[in-house]
């Protein structure tokens, strides 16, 4: 059972990229603005809500998008930008509590239950944070309150202002939750709101008459266990009454890192392809390391033009966190592929982490072991970067004229705990399988 006097609050940027872009370009307020999906291959990271009245969202495709909202401004993202003013909204959260779960750059979990003889109940908190994001970074956010993290999610997002065919309503930027209330407030939304709810076990609900989380929490656990399987069943019956004992998780560790691209051009030569898996490579060592993980089992997904997605992975005796050593685990995976019919989409990733041995016979066989100078290179490379910045020092195989190809963090990046999914948009940690949060 969850503590007693538990409050929660989900705090979520309004629309975030979007109005960090309208700060620098204030004539644009008003209008329909996307970000990302610049290019006929590119998705849309973030649509301000003007956009959102023509069904533009984040994941659609760019082409999808320009045809329903012709006149959209789209603006390249700058996902180092949105990561400095992440860290500015993440100093005003911890003025109120130590007790930060992030989620994503534009939202988190806080446990403010210590701090309310000091600052007021959860929503005089919550209203505190609105305020200093306003006044101090020009931008809103959606704070919802609640007894726990599952029931704050659900409540600011009822809190988010929402757009339709025939306008904006502004939201009520705060919505609480409070002890008792949670079957009254839950039991009216689309069961579609819930936690592992996606299209396959909507269907399955459809098909036995439940359409709200109410209907279904008036089922027999039996019967929801028969249709659902009994890790399902138990899991959405929980929900479906408000239960939710997890705690605010301060530290989290990551389960797998990676990144994935997807190109504007379909790739049909393994040279290209190449160069293109060091770059990648290379991002997803220089994570590695900043945790302080080896990753035993590395990844490789592979899209091609007409869609179709697989992956390949690897598990090595040993965890490894530098890209010669990542390159030569999964470069036999792709060559292992037929490229012939293009590749649109490439992407790596580690997980399975570990320390490293210094027996490596097996490994040796698969990856050539570290010597020290690549260790050495590797921890002169991320000094570099984290004086100069990312664009500053990379693999030669990556210089595109004058410029340094990077891979940056931001909509096509896996982890820090998610698992290869989906083609890009931000995957949000917590969101409900096949819902499309307001943000």
Same mark, same amino acid.
């Given at each position: 059972?969850?503590?007693?006097? =538990?409050?929660?609050?989900?705090?979520?940027?309004?629309?975030?990229?979007?109005?960090?872009?309208?700060?620098?370009?204030?004539?644009?307020?008003?209008?329909?603005?996307?970000?990302?999906?610049?290019?006929?291959?590119?998705?849309?990271?973030?649509?301000?809500?003007?956009?959102?009245?023509?069904?533009?969202? %984040?994941?659609?495709?760019?082409?999808?998008?320009?045809?329903?909202?012709?006149?959209?401004?789209?603006?390249?993202?700058?996902?180092?930008?949105?990561?400095?003013?992440?860290?500015?909204?993440?100093?005003?959260?911890?003025?109120?509590?130590?007790?930060?779960?992030?989620?994503?750059?534009?939202?988190?979990?806080?446990?403010?239950?210590?701090?309310?003889?000091?600052?007021?109940? !959860?929503?005089?908190?919550?209203?505190?944070?609105?305020?200093?994001?306003? =006044?101090?970074?020009?931008?809103?956010?959606?704070?919802?309150?609640?007894?726990?993290?599952?029931?704050?999610?659900?409540?600011?997002?009822?809190?988010?202002?929402?757009?339709?065919?025939?306008?904006?309503?502004?939201?009520?930027?705060?919505?609480?939750?409070?002890?008792?209330?949670?079957?009254?407030?839950?039991?009216?939304? %689309?069961?579609?709101?819930?936690?592992?709810? !996606?299209?396959?076990?909507?269907?399955?609900?459809?098909?036995?008459?439940?359409?709200?989380?109410?209907?279904?929490?008036?089922?027999?656990?039996?019967?929801?266990?028969?249709?659902?399987?009994?890790?399902?069943?138990?899991?959405?019956?929980?929900?479906? $009454?408000?239960?939710?004992?997890?705690?605010?998780?301060?530290?989290?560790?990551?389960?797998?890192?990676?990144?994935?691209?997807?190109?504007?051009?379909?790739?049909?030569?393994?040279?290209?392809?190449?160069?293109?898996?060091?770059?990648?490579?290379?991002?997803?060592?220089?994570?590695?390391?900043?945790?302080?993980?080896?990753?035993?089992?590395?990844?490789?997904?592979?899209?091609?033009? !007409?869609?179709?997605?697989?992956?390949?992975?690897?598990?090595?005796?040993?965890?490894? /966190?530098?890209?010669?050593?990542?390159?030569?685990?999964?470069?036999?995976?792709?060559?292992?592929?037929?490229?012939?019919?293009?590749?649109?989409?490439?992407?790596?990733?580690?997980?399975?982490?570990?320390?490293?041995?210094?027996?490596?016979?097996?490994?040796?066989?698969?990856?050539?072991?570290?010597?020290?100078?690549?260790?050495?290179?590797?921890?002169?490379?991320?000094?570099?970067?984290?004086?100069?910045?990312?664009?500053?020092?990379?693999?030669?195989?990556?210089?595109?004229?004058?410029?340094?190809?990077?891979?940056? =963090?931001?909509? $096509?990046?896996?982890?820090?705990?998610?698992?290869?999914?989906?083609?890009?948009?931000?995957?949000?940690? !917590?969101?409900? /399988?096949?819902?499309?949060?307001?943000?």
């Amino acid at each position: 059972m969850a503590p007693p006097h =538990r409050t929660i609050l989900h705090v979520d940027m309004d629309a975030f990229f979007v109005s960090v872009e309208l700060r620098r370009r204030p004539e644009l307020r008003g209008q329909p603005v996307v970000v990302g999906g610049t290019g006929n291959r590119g998705v849309v990271a973030a649509a301000s809500y003007e956009a959102r009245r023509y069904g533009v969202h %984040s994941a659609l495709p760019s082409a999808i998008a320009r045809r329903r909202c012709p006149h959209a401004v789209f603006l390249p993202g700058d996902h180092e930008l949105y990561a400095e003013v992440s860290g500015q909204v993440h100093e005003i959260f911890g003025r109120y509590t130590p007790l930060i779960e992030p989620l994503s750059l534009d939202e988190a979990f806080l446990d403010v239950s210590g701090a309310i003889r000091l600052f007021g109940e !959860g929503v005089a908190i919550a209203q505190r944070i609105r305020d200093d994001v306003h =006044r101090e970074l020009d931008l809103t956010c959606s704070v919802g309150v609640a007894p726990n993290k599952f029931l704050a999610k659900m409540a600011s997002v009822e809190a988010k202002p929402r757009a339709k065919p025939e306008g904006i309503e502004p939201g009520a930027g705060v919505v609480e939750v409070r002890p008792g209330e949670e079957t009254s407030f839950l039991h009216p939304l %689309s069961v579609r709101r819930l936690w592992g709810v !996606g299209p396959k076990t909507y269907e399955k609900l459809d098909r036995i008459g439940v359409r709200t989380i109410g209907d279904l929490a008036a089922l027999p656990e039996s019967t929801l266990v028969s249709a659902l399987g009994p890790a399902s069943g138990h899991h959405l019956l929980a929900l479906s $009454q408000g239960v939710d004992s997890r705690p605010v998780e301060v530290e989290r560790d990551p389960k797998s890192i990676g990144h994935e691209e997807t190109y504007p051009h379909d790739l049909y030569e393994l040279d290209d392809l190449d160069r293109e898996l060091v770059r990648l490579s290379d991002a997803v060592a220089g994570r590695l390391r900043k945790f302080g993980n080896g990753a035993k089992t590395l990844t490789l997904k592979v899209r091609f033009a !007409g869609f179709r997605t697989v992956t390949r992975s690897v598990t090595l005796p040993a965890g490894i /966190d530098t890209a010669p050593e990542i390159v030569a685990a999964v470069k036999p995976l792709l060559h292992a592929l037929d490229v012939s019919p293009g590749v649109r989409l490439l992407g790596v990733s580690g997980s399975n982490f570990g320390g490293r041995s210094e027996q490596l016979d097996l490994f040796s066989a698969m990856a050539p072991e570290p010597a020290p100078d690549v260790q050495r290179s590797s921890a002169a490379i991320d000094e570099i970067r984290e004086k100069f910045g990312a664009t500053a020092i990379g693999p030669a195989s990556s210089i595109s004229g004058d410029k340094l190809r990077v891979v940056r =963090r931001g909509a $096509q990046q896996w982890g820090p705990d998610q698992q290869p999914g989906s083609e890009p948009g931000p995957t949000r940690s !917590g969101d409900t /399988d096949g819902t499309n949060d307001p943000n």
